[in-house]
């Protein structure tokens, strides 16, 4: 068994869409960044490549690649589901923090793990998701931006 953690945070601003855990949010802002900004799939494709003693999303989706622009998490998780493969491991579960003031997360939750559970190939209660507020303290708690933490466990083939 191998265990990782990962780490993400993105600036919200507006006139960019609110993806979070591969699923579209309705919002008035969204999480900037060269790809689609999505923190918690990025925390956790960290927590996955960690695992595995592979490094970091920046060495393996550099933000200097054209080709990663506007990308989603879903295109991360199928290169890193390879890399674990070649490695002889597999995702065995994943869980996660995700810090936002606004929107709520809690209607959204289900559709996030369903989505999450359906790229990574786990089951639906392999893959946690836990919604917290920074209660109104620092850049996340005035709405100004959004962070996730995960940690992934992987098992042999
Ligand atoms: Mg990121």
């Given amino acids: 068994m191998r265990v990782g953690i990962g780490f993400d945070s993105h600036r919200l601003i507006e006139g960019r869409k609110l993806i979070l855990g591969l ?3 309705p919002f008035e802002r969204g999480l900037a960044g060269h790809s689609d900004g999505d923190v918690l799939s990025h925390a956790i494709a960290d927590a996955l490549l960690g695992a595995a003693g592979l490094g970091d999303i920046g060495q393996h989706f550099p933000d200097s690649d054209p080709a990663w622009s506007g990308a989603s998490g ?3 998780f199928s290169r890193i589901l390879e890399l ?3 490695k002889g491991y597999r995702p065995a579960s994943v869980d996660t923090v995700v810090i936002l003031e606004r929107p709520k997360l809690a209607p959204h939750r289900d559709a996030i793990r369903q ?3 359906a790229a990574l190939g786990l089951d639906c209660d392999a893959v946690n998701i836990k919604a917290k507020t920074a209660e109104g303290l620092g850049e996340i ?3 100004q931006a959004a962070a996730a933490h995960a940690i992934a466990v992987l098992e042999p083939l």
């Fill in 115 to 117: 989505a999450l559970a």
């Fill in 141 to 143: 708690g005035h709405g």
């Fill in 74 to 76: 879903a295109v991360f």
């Fill in 23 to 25: 699923v579209e949010i």
């Fill in 84 to 86: 674990l493969r070649e």
